[in-house]
């Protein structure tokens, strides 16, 4: 607990109050030179937690998120920064993608990511992989390899097979704790839910780009696709606006194509970042439907949820690092 | 060349001037009973089609607009109207979609198609089929039978297996015309593109839908999903502003959340239809990219496209029933 209190009020009041540039107007809000946003699903409940696995998913989203402040800080492309975040937390079994995944109805794993460049409104998504270790690493391919957005199923793994990258046994996606989760919504229980991954940030050339990754829903039927690998429902990025990475119930995110909503919402309607956030997060969502991270072109982030808790970092250039899980 | 000769004139002009209600204010347009357009891809070259292959395009259009037109006449909804005109361009091996399904790159027809409902935000969606006659119909089931929205491949096959739809061998979608395409394209020659197919109605009830089905684009990647599937890419429909569907280049329609960029300009700009359909294919998207339809809660249709042409028609309750393919 010790960590998420300590980090929590700074983090309110950063989100309240945008510093005053040096010998500038109070009004003005400086420019980041960059800005970092993360999270790791929106659900959570209170108490669901023990004190030592807050401190683990708490440890886990601090390096990647120091991964990603890393590559930005040392003048790195958002979307190295994007893919770097993710990548780590696809590694870590904590999280609902990559190594952590779900199961679906039968028992399987298969793998959501999309990844979009907020300079070109280029973008790559996979959706159904079950061998790709890194499915936001494939993601990138696809939009730097092929004139398509969005590849699904065996297509995304037989050209998963002609770009190298690694694979694993489906195994490798096999954890207790998921299919003990399977077995219990199979029993008509709640999924807990979340835990899918995302990140968004803006990078010291002023270029914004969105990622998210995910093993989608507990006890999805077969082939189902969320609202992750979908570019404008669970990802978008657009240097005139800002880039989202969504998490939560996805056929809603979808309905409401969510990431595109607010990325609209900031470039048309003169409402900031954390505004637009909010707007659809607490007033077109519904309650429980789970949350979003935001950062503008200026490094403005808004990371809102209307589930109790989302585990989710945000850093910048002005020396801003922190972590947090509940309001 | 006939028919279309004779039909477009009055369609244009039907376009521009909204008849004034008996007896009303000439500035107040009348809301139709029921409204419904219907579009068989866009692209189509001036000169690229014979007489007799014109003639054909256009009786297959007459019958699924006839067919829809009966539907919404007699007070059916705006998603069986929406179907039976899909299932019709389905069973039609002239448009790609169905049985004219084109092929991907390893010589395989791959089918998708969305269906929403305007009144609830429901929809259904599927990706990636190779053996269900009707993909529309398929579409309606994911929304009506489970919580998803989305299915892609081998789970979607096994979902159409559960509801028993009709299937057919994989040949069934083998066309000569499509497969002489295919070399051509593998030859780097220009795809000659277009053929999807949608519809957009509104019912009497007052309730708007939307859907769309395609084989994708020819020589496309196994697994690619195009904007088709994508609800707020290539389909939408809100009760509050309007549905829509597209055709084109579908990459392009999903960085742009086309569809629902159409819907959410005239829920809050108060743009007409044909005025958010014209912004965004005119302004937004890139010449040559393609086009929509579309129809809002008062029963305008828009028809509105940024290529040589565009396969499509339009009736009404008040009389209307027009074909056209070019401007």
Redesign the interface.
Known sequence: MNRAIRFLPIFLLCLACAPAPPGGEAAEVARMDWALAIHGGAGVPLGSLTETEQEAYLESLERALSAGAETLEAGGSSLDAVEAVIRLLEEDELFNAGRGAVFTSDGRN?LDASIMDGAT???GAV??VTTVKSPIGLARLVMEQ???????????E??AGTQGVERVDPGYFFTQKRWDTLQRVLGAEESQGGGTVGAVALDRAGNLAAGTSTGGLTG??????GDTP????GT?ADNRSCAVSCTGH??EF????VA??VA?LVRETGLSVGEAARKVVQDELRQGDGGLIAVGADGDVAMVFNTPGMFRGAADSAGRFELGIWD
Chains 1, 2 share one sequence.
């Open positions: 298969e409104l280029d973008g959706t159904g092929t004139d398509h957005v969005l590849l699904a199923g065996e297509g995304a037989s050209f999805k039927l077969p082939g189902r696709v979908i570019l404008g429902a978008y996805g056929e979808i309905r409401r194509s595109f909503r609209t």
